[in-house]
C-alpha cells in the first residue's frame, strides 16, 4: 500500500506545484461547533441522576502564560458524604473565538486528575465536554469533604492551568469544571469504570494519594507541573509513605512541548548520532523514541513508552474537527506498581521520586500520584526487595541521509522484572512485575524532503502477580500495541504558505487479563483512526484544508461489547453510530 500511495501522492504533488494557490480573504468555514471524543462509552448510563453534582471552577482563560494557575475552593455538598459508587468529572469549555490548541490540566489538592488538548476552534463558539470517571481519586475528594481539614489547610483546593493567549488570535476559553457524585446502585454502560488499563490495576480506589508534582504549585507559572528540559534531567518530589502501606502504584501524567511536540515524527539525522554527548544544539533530528521513567532515590524502577496523542494543530488540523485525536480529551496516563520497592520506602523517612523522559528535548510537562493502600490492622508493614533485574535496553539506532532526503530506523527492546515480599495483616505476599517493551521507529524522507513517511510501533506487556509462599492469589496481564503511520508531501505555495496533503492511521490496542483464584477475566479495547485529507498551512496556521477521519472504538469483555463509530468529513459528522452490544457487527 505504501509504495502506490507513495507514487499517487508524488503525482497529485506535481499536478499541485504547478497550480497557483489563492489565499482565501476571508475564511467563513460552515463546520460542527461541537467537538467530540468517540472513545470511552459513557462512566454511567444514560438517565442516571447523580445524587449531587457540583460546579467547582469557572474561569475564563484568556492571557494566561506564566500566570499561577486558576484556584478554587472547594465546598463539599453535604448531601453526598463519602463513599460513592462513583464520582465523574466533567469540563466543559467554550471558544469564544479563533485560538490555537493548548494543553490543560485539573487538580485536586494538588494531584493532578486530567491532562487534556483542547480542539483547535475553527470557528467562534466552537464547544467540548470532557467526561471522566474518577472515581479511583476518591481519597483526594473524601479529605477534601472533611470540614476539619478544609479549615486547617483554608487554601484553594481546585485549581486548572490553560495558558493561552489573546494574540494574535482573539478567541479566549471559558471553562467549567463539575463533579457528579453518584451512590447507591449505578447501571454502568459496560463494566469498565475507567480506561481498562487502570481496572487491572487499581480494583479498589486508593486510601491515599501523594502528589509528585511541582510544590510552588499554587503560586508558581507552571502550577503543579514540573517541566522536563532534556534527556538528563529528572525532577524529584520528596516524598515520606505511612509505614503501614502495603501497596503502592504511581500514575504519571505527560505532555509535550516545544521541540519535542511532535517527536514521533522526528528523524534520525546522521549529525545527531555523531555529537558529543549532550549537544542538542540541532533539535529535532534524535528520532522517535521517548522513554517516560521512574526513580525511586535514584534508582530506576520501571519504563513506558509513552502513547503518541496527536495534537490538534498537528499533521492535518481538518482531521481533528470535530473529532478528536486517540487520548487528546483525556490524555493517557503510565501506571508503574512500585509495591515490590515499599522495602525501600516503608521506613517513615522521605524518598525522592523522580520522573524523567529518555531522549527528551525541550519539553515535556509531568506530574504523577502516588496510590496508596493502607493496613489499618497493622501499626506498620514490614517489606522487602527479592528481584531487582534491570538490563539496559538494546538499542538499535540506524540512520542513512543525503542532504535532506534518506531514511532512519530505531529498534528498542527492553525486558525488567522486580519482585518483593511485603507482610501485612494480609499474610506476607511477593508481588513481582514483569514489562516487556519493543519499539520501532522508521522515517523515510524522498523528493528533496518533499515527502515523508513515518512509521512508529510500541508494544508493551506488563504482568503483575501476586503469590503467597508458591500460592497464586492474582496475576493481571496487560498488553498494549499502539502503530502510527502518517505519510505527507508538502508543496510550496503561493504567498509563503505550504499545502500538505497526509494520510494517517493510528490504533491503542490494549487488551487485560486478570485472573483471581479460579476465575480468568479478559476484556480487550480497540481504538483506531484513519483519517485523509490536504490543508494549506501559513506558518503554524491552517489556512484552508479539508479532512475525512474514520473513528472507531470497540471495547468487549466477557459480558459486553461496546462500539462507537464516527466519520467526520469537512468540518462536519457524518455517521455517528454506537452500539452498546455491537450488534451492528452481526
Ligand atoms: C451549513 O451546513 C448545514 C448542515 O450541513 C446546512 O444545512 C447549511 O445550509 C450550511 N450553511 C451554509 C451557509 O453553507
Ligand atoms: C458555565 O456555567 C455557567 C453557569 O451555569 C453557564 O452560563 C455557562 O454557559 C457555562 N459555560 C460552559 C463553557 O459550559
Ligand atoms: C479560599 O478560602 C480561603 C480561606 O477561607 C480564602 O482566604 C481564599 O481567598 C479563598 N480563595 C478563593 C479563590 O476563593
Ligand atoms: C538539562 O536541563 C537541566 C534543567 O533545565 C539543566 O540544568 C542542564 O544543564 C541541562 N543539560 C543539558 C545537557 O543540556
Ligand atoms: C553541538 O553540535 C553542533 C552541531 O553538530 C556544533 O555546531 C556545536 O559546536 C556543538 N556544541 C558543543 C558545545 O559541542
Ligand atoms: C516474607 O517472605 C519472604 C520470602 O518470600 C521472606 O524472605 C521474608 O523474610 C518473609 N517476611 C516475613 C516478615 O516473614
Known amino acids: 500500500m505504501g509504495r502506490r500511495y507513495l507514487a499517487l501522492i508524488l503525482l497529485l504533488s506535481i499536478v499541485m506545484s504547478i497550480r497557483s494557490f489563492n489565499l482565501p480573504t476571508e475564511t467563513v468555514p460552515n463546520v460542527s461547533l461541537e467537538h467530540l471524543d468517540p472513545t470511552l462509552p459513557p462512566a454511567v448510563a444514560a438517565g442516571q441522576i447523580p445524587k449531587c453534582s457540583v460546579v467547582i471552577l469557572t474561569q475564563d482563560f484568556a492571557d494566561t502564560f506564566g500566570s499561577p494557575p486558576a484556584?478554587?475552593?472547594?465546598?463539599?455538598?453535604?448531601?453526598?458524604?463519602?463513599?460513592?459508587?462513583?464520582?465523574?468529572?466533567?469540563?466543559?469549555?467554550?471558544?469564544?473565538?479563533?485560538?490555537?490548541?493548548?494543553v490543560a490540566a485539573v487538580w485536586i489538592d494538588g494531584a493532578e486528575v486530567l491532562r487534556t488538548t483542547t480542539p483547535l476552534p475553527m470557528a467562534p463558539g466552537a464547544f467540548w465536554t470532557v467526561r471522566k470517571d474518577v472515581s479511583r481519586y476518591a481519597a483526594l475528594l473524601r479529605r477534601l469533604g472533611d470540614p476539619s481539614y478544609t479549615a486547617v489547610r483554608g487554601n484553594g483546593a481546585i485549581t486548572m492551568m490553560l495558558e493561552t493567549s489573546s494574540s494574535p488570535l482573539p478567541g479566549f476559553y471559558s471553562a467549567n469544571v463539575s463533579l457528579h457524585f453518584y451512590r447507591g446502585a449505578v447501571a454502568a454502560t459496560t463494566s469498565a469504570t475507567a480506561h481498562p488499563n487502570t481496572r487491572g490495576l487499581y480494583h479498589e480506589p486508593a486510601d491515599i494519594i501523594l502528589p509528585v508534582s511541582n510544590p510552588q504549585g499554587y503560586s508558581g507559572s507552571g502550577g503543579f507541573w514540573f517541566r522536563i528540559n532534556n534527556e538528563t534531567h529528572t525532577e524529584n518530589a520528596a516524598i515520606a509513605l505511612p509505614i503501614n502501606a502495603y501497596r503502592a502504584i504511581l500514575e504519571v501524567f505527560v505532555s509535550y512541548h516545544g521541540d519535542d511536540e511532535f517527536w514521533y515524527t522526528n528523524p534520525l539525522r546522521s549529525a545527531y548520532l555523531n555529537r558529543p554527548v549532550g549537544n542538542l544544539s540541532t533539535p529535532r533530528t534524535n528520532g522517535g523514541f521517548r522513554q517516560l521513567f521512574v526513580n525511586i532515590d535514584g534508582k530506576f524502577a520501571g519504563g513506558h513508552i509513552p502513547f503518541p496523542v496527536i495534537y490538534p494543530r498537528s499533521i492535518n488540523p481538518y482531521f481533528w474537527s470535530p473529532v478528536a485525536a486517540i487520548g487528546a480529551f483525556d490524555m493517557p496516563t503510565y501506571d508503574f506498581d512500585l509495591t515490590p520497592f515499599l522495602g525501600l520506602l516503608l521506613d517513615g523517612q522521605l524518598h525522592e521520586i523522580g520522573l524523567g523522559v529518555r531522549d527528551a528535548q525541550p519539553y515535556w510537562l509531568v506530574s504523577a500520584n502516588l496510590h496508596v493502600w493502607v493496613d489499618l490492622w497493622s501499626d506498620a508493614v514490614r517489606a522487602g526487595l527479592i528481584l531487582y533485574n534491570v538490563p539496559p535496553i538494546k538499542m538499535n539506532r540506524n540512520a542513512e541521509w543525503r542532504n535532506q532526503d534518506g531514511q532512519s530506523e530505531i529498534n528498542a527492546e527492553g525486558l525488567w522484572r522486580f519482585s518483593g515480599w511485603v507482610s501485612s495483616s494480609r499474610g506476607n505476599l511477593t508481588t513481582e512485575v514483569r514489562q516487556k517493551v519493543k519499539f520501532k521507529s522508521q522515517i523515510e524522507v524522498q523528493n528533496r524532503g518533499a515527502m515523508t513517511q513515518v512509521e512508529l510501533?510500541?508494544?508493551?506487556?506488563?504482568?503483575?502477580?501476586?503469590?503467597?509462599?508458591?500460592?497464586?492469589?492474582?496475576?493481571?496481564?496487560?498488553?498494549?500495541?499502539?502503530?502510527?503511520?502518517?505519510?505527507?508531501?508538502?508543496?510550496?505555495?503561493?504567498?509563503?504558505?505550504?499545502?500538505?496533503?497526509?494520510?494517517?492511521?493510528?490504533?491503542?490496542?490494549?487488551?487485560?487479563?486478570?485472573?483471581e483464584g479460579q476465575a480468568v477475566t479478559t476484556s480487550t479495547l480497540t481504538d483506531r483512526q484513519d483519517a485523509e485529507g490536504s490543508a494549506l498551512m501559513h506558518g503554524e496556521e491552517p489556512v484552508w484544508g479539508s479532512g475525512a477521519t474514520r473513528s472507531l472504538y470497540k471495547y468487549r469483555d466477557e459480558t459486553t461489547c461496546y462500539l462507537r463509530s464516527v466519520n467526520t468529513a469537512g468540518g462536519v459528522v457524518m455517521v455517528d453510530t454506537t452500539s452498546p452490544s455491537c450488534a451492528a457487527e452481526a
Open 71 to 102: 484556584v478554587a475552593n472547594y465546598t463539599h455538598p453535604r448531601e453526598c458524604p463519602f463513599p460513592w459508587t462513583r464520582v465523574v468529572l466533567e469540563l466543559s469549555v467554550t471558544a469564544t473565538d479563533l485560538q490555537r490548541d493548548r
Open 457 to 515: 510501533n510500541n508494544k508493551e506487556r506488563m504482568t503483575v502477580e501476586v503469590s503467597r509462599g508458591h500460592q497464586m492469589l492474582g496475576r493481571a496481564q496487560m498488553l498494549m500495541e499502539s502503530p502510527l503511520q502518517v505519510q505527507t508531501t508538502k508543496v510550496n505555495a503561493a504567498g509563503g504558505s505550504v499545502f500538505q496533503k497526509s494520510r494517517l492511521f493510528h490504533q491503542l490496542f490494549e487488551s487485560v487479563i486478570l485472573g
